[in-house]
């Protein structure tokens, strides 16, 4: 028996007439009928709403306007095509049948993630970026313990300069080194008394790394300022693509590649490779300390970019798994 599957909107006369025929056709060609609904998911309407209704029998598809000859000739042609695999036996063709027609727990998982998977993101964006602000509130409750255990597990995933960090709750909310040339600052030398923080590789920098503040300074917070900035502006296009209904689409590889990857390359890596203090290329590219107003601009740059460039295509890629899932269960449905 053939499955054939009528994309519909409810009071919609076409619709009905279609059905009706389809009944009409039910003795000549025997099919399991199975309806979808197009308001019930927002990428069903944007694909069909013009087009309503729309038949899909195995690999056919007719779109409105549909008469009775057209659905007699897909009809036929499906039901042949049928009969010739089923003679056949080629085994694709009956592994694919027999997926087709069972529904597993891993198919209602992978439906339920496809719908769910940006509040999934956001969550974890919302956690991730979050967890760095409790540990310096957790070391302020004086909850050392918890708060040590936040730095640890970010630790590999961050450097964690105190200079090219947040704080909180204390006199400032960064401390800059003084090549920065941030002035009005309290440089991050003269606040913690750790020197010669100009040499890349001098130890002091892993003291640097290992400070995580005090009453006075404040308390560090787990990720630097750039990954702060990454992080918070791709929660904030998620939120934001989520309130347009998932609609904005991506952005062009060039834009992404130009304004949000120039930038964040451009001032990281000068900055690195000035600092090896390298005599060949002094000349070309003096010492320099980048600023927390260019780390933070440069990161939401990336993070904002990244998130535009990546988020709609992985809707798109969602979408066709929700439609594959949505005609699956309806058909199944009718099958029982």
Same mark, same amino acid.
Request: aromatic share 14%; hydrophobic share 45%.
């Given at each position: 028996?053939?499955?054939?599957?009528?994309?519909?909107?409810?009071?919609?006369? +076409?619709?009905?007439?279609?059905?009706?025929?389809?009944? @009409?056709?039910? &003795?000549?060609?025997? !099919?399991?009928?199975?309806?979808?609904?197009?308001?019930?998911?927002?990428?069903?309407?944007?694909?069909? !709403?013009?087009?309503?209704?729309? /038949?899909?029998?195995?690999?056919?598809?007719?779109?409105?306007?549909?008469? #009775?000859?057209?659905?007699?000739?897909?009809?036929?042609?499906?039901? @042949? #095509?049928? =009969?010739?695999?089923?003679?056949?036996?080629?085994?694709?063709?009956?592994?694919?049948?027999?997926?087709? =027609?069972? /529904?597993?727990?891993? @198919?209602?998982? +992978?439906?339920?993630?496809?719908?769910?998977? *940006?509040?999934?993101?956001?969550?974890?964006?919302?956690?991730?970026?979050?967890?760095?602000?409790? %540990?310096? &509130?957790?070391?302020?409750?004086?909850?050392?313990?918890?708060?040590r255990a936040i730095y640890r597990i970010y630790s590999p995933l961050c450097h964690q300069f105190g200079?090219?960090?947040?704080?909180?709750?204390?006199?400032?909310?960064?401390?800059?080194?003084?090549?920065?040339?941030?002035?009005?600052?309290? &440089?991050?030398?003269?606040?913690?008394?750790?020197?010669?923080?100009? @040499?890349?590789?001098?130890?002091?920098?892993?003291?640097? #790394?290992?400070?995580?503040?005090?009453? +006075?300074?404040?308390?560090?917070?787990? *990720?630097?300022? #750039?990954?702060?900035?990454?992080?918070?502006?791709?929660?904030?296009?998620?939120?934001?693509?989520?309130?347009?209904?998932?609609?904005?689409? +991506?952005? !062009?590889?060039?834009?992404?590649?130009?304004?949000?990857?120039?930038?964040?390359?451009?001032?990281?890596?000068?900055?690195?490779?000035?600092?090896? =203090?390298?005599?060949?290329?002094?000349?070309?590219?003096? $010492?320099?300390?980048?600023?927390?107003?260019?780390?933070?601009?440069?990161?939401?740059?990336?993070?904002?970019?990244?998130?535009?460039? %990546? $988020?709609? =295509?992985?809707?798109?890629?969602?979408?066709?798994?929700?439609?594959?899932?949505?005609?699956?269960?309806?058909?199944?449905?009718?099958?029982k």
């Open positions: 028996m053939l499955n054939v599957t009528l994309y519909s909107r409810k009071n919609s006369q +076409s619709c009905d007439e279609v059905r009706m025929t389809l009944s @009409d056709l039910q &003795t000549q060609y025997p !099919h399991r009928l199975a309806e979808v609904d197009v308001d019930s998911d927002n990428a069903l309407l944007l694909k069909f !709403h013009d087009s309503i209704p729309v /038949v899909e029998v195995g690999p056919y598809s007719l779109k409105a306007p549909i008469t #009775r000859q057209t659905l007699q000739m897909t009809l036929g042609a499906a039901s @042949d #095509r049928k =009969n010739q695999l089923e003679q056949l036996g080629d085994p694709e063709y009956q592994m694919k049948l027999k997926k087709g =027609n069972t /529904v597993t727990t891993g @198919d209602r998982v +992978s439906f339920w993630i496809a719908k769910r998977y *940006l509040l999934m993101l956001n969550l974890f964006m919302l956690i991730y970026v979050g967890l760095p602000f409790l %540990a310096p &509130t957790l070391m302020k409750l004086g909850a050392e313990l918890p708060a200079f090219r960090s947040f704080f909180l709750y204390g006199d400032q909310v960064i401390y800059p080194l003084a090549e920065a040339n941030m002035a009005g600052l309290q &440089t991050f030398e003269q606040a913690t008394g750790i020197p010669r923080l100009d @040499d890349p590789y001098s130890v002091t920098r892993f003291d640097a #790394r290992k400070y995580t503040g005090d009453e +006075s300074v404040g308390y560090k917070v787990a *990720l630097c300022e #750039r990954d702060v900035a990454i992080y918070l502006a791709l929660l904030l296009f998620g939120i934001i693509f989520g309130l347009t209904g998932r609609r904005i689409k +991506s952005l !062009h590889w060039m834009a992404w590649l130009f304004i949000g990857l120039a930038p964040i390359g451009l001032d990281g890596f000068s900055q690195l490779f000035s600092q090896f =203090n390298w005599a060949w290329l002094d000349s070309m590219l003096p $010492y320099r300390e980048s600023t927390v107003y260019l780390r933070v601009i440069t990161g939401a740059l990336f993070g904002f970019m990244t998130a535009w460039f %990546a $988020y709609p =295509n992985i809707e798109e890629s969602m979408n066709e798994t929700r439609q594959y899932y949505i005609k699956k269960f309806a058909v199944n449905q009718v099958s």
